[in-house]
């Protein structure tokens, strides 16, 4: 395979102009993408995620801003100008072709010999582990076995930059996850630079070197998956990312590079240094998992009990807040039901201040 490429986005924009009104889909992004990340872009529906692929592959012309793939500007470029391959959400597989033939479609436009054709599909295909498909049409496949056809014929064309738009989608969820472990073992073994755009945050934590979480056009938070959900910058990032409860906190001091916080009349201190003074109100994430009852430091009312079975999800109220807290493993542990009274206490590490 060729070497992958570094992505270097700069002062990305891209407007849409809907009669007098101007959109801005992508809005004055910056990022950069090392050679081999594999980089999941997530968020919200109209966000600029599939906007910005786009551009990334030449399907939109951006309106102001810089691609560069390695070394050279492709902003202007038309797509088989880029050193990129897309892998489609439909597959975009030609019916009346039989696998071999879809693969191969690119390196015939690029005429390349016969001999090369011949020695570069049978590659793929045994990467893919699908030598027995070649003679199938794709009629009579899969739509797991249709995609993996379609993931072989962006890999054959040796790009630099692999990008794929929301590839799953169409897929029951059984099949997601097992093309989801197999995309990320297959990139890892490649070693090819990647940007995925899914709506599904699972896929992006689990796939993903770096989540890329965009709202209205601009990027909100960069980081590993592990950064994003211990770490989040926001109350939409903690929200948008799995569950959290939000509570009302006070900071009651700093030193040491630790925070002393008061939260529903306890006092917390984290391994936290914030720009917050002492005596001013905070919000503090905490997520349902991190809430433990092995310690009664606070009791709440439970206004929902729902068993889930590998865990089990509770609703409790205590001063006016609702806080979700979810028991992993409850068999054998004692379960409360609604109007009962649940003691529980936050993990003092699991706390952050947004």
Same mark, same amino acid.
């Given at each position: 395979m060729k070497e992958s490429k570094r992505v270097e986005i700069k002062n990305l924009t891209k407007t849409f102009i809907s009669g007098k009104t101007k959109i801005k889909a992508v809005n004055d992004i910056t990022l950069t993408i090392e050679p081999g990340e594999f980089i999941c872009l997530l968020g919200p529906s109209g966000c600029g995620k599939t906007t910005m692929l786009r551009m990334l592959a030449g399907f939109e012309i951006p309106t102001s801003g810089n691609i560069f793939i390695g070394d050279k500007d492709v902003a202007s470029l038309t797509p088989d100008k880029r050193d990129t391959a897309m892998v489609f959400q439909n597959y975009a597989l030609f019916p009346h072709m039989n696998v071999f033939d879809n693969i191969a479609y690119g390196l015939k436009i690029q005429k390349k010999s016969k001999k090369e054709i011949n020695e570069r599909v049978e590659k793929i295909l045994k990467l893919m582990k699908m030598e027995s498909f070649s003679e199938r049409s794709p009629s009579e496949m899969s739509g797991g076995q249709q995609q993996r056809v379609s993931l072989a014929r962006a890999?054959?064309?040796?790009?630099?930059?692999?990008?794929?738009?929301?590839?799953?989608?169409?897929?029951?969820?059984?099949?997601?996850?097992?093309?989801?472990?197999?995309?990320?073992?297959?990139?890892?073994?490649?070693?090819?630079?990647?940007?995925?755009?899914?709506?599904?945050?699972? @896929?992006?934590?689990?796939?993903?070197?770096?989540?890329?979480?965009?709202?209205?056009?601009?990027?909100?938070?960069?980081?590993?998956?592990?950064?994003?959900?211990?770490?989040?910058?926001?109350?939409?990032?903690?929200?948008?990312?799995?569950?959290?409860?939000?509570?009302?906190?006070?900071?009651?001091?700093?030193?040491?590079?630790?925070?002393?916080?008061?939260?529903?009349?306890?006092?917390?201190?984290?391994?936290?240094?914030?720009?917050?003074?002492?005596?001013?109100?905070?919000?503090?994430?905490?997520?349902?998992?991190?809430?433990?009852?092995?310690?009664?430091?606070?009791?709440?009312?439970?206004?929902?009990?729902?068993?889930?079975?590998?865990?089990?999800?509770?609703?409790?109220?205590?001063?006016?807040?609702?806080?979700?807290?979810?028991?992993?493993?409850?068999?054998?542990?004692?379960?409360?039901?609604?109007?009962?009274?649940?003691?529980?206490?936050? @993990?003092?590490?699991?706390?952050?201040?947004?």
């Open positions: 890999l054959i064309m040796n790009s630099g930059v692999l990008l794929f738009d929301e590839p799953l989608s169409n897929l029951d969820a059984k099949l997601r996850l097992h093309m989801r472990d197999e995309i990320r073992k297959l990139q890892q073994e490649i070693g090819i630079t990647s940007i995925y755009v899914t709506h599904d945050q699972a @896929e992006a934590m689990s796939l993903s070197d770096k989540v890329v979480i965009m709202k209205d056009g601009k990027i909100m938070q960069v980081g590993s998956p592990i950064e994003i959900y211990q770490k989040p910058n926001s109350e939409f990032i903690a929200k948008f990312i799995g569950r959290a409860n939000i509570l009302s906190g006070k900071v009651l001091s700093k030193e040491d590079g630790k925070t002393k916080l008061l939260i529903l009349g306890s006092e917390y201190i984290i391994e936290e240094t914030v720009n917050y003074e002492v005596g001013e109100a905070v919000k503090v994430v905490i997520r349902p998992e991190s809430i433990k009852f092995d310690s009664i430091e606070h009791e709440g009312e439970v206004v929902k009990s729902i068993f889930m079975g590998e865990n089990h999800e509770y609703e409790i109220k205590i001063n006016n807040e609702i806080i979700e807290v979810s028991l992993n493993n409850p068999y054998g542990k004692d379960i409360k039901k609604v109007g009962e009274k649940l003691g529980f206490i936050f @993990e003092k590490d699991a706390l952050h201040i947004i």
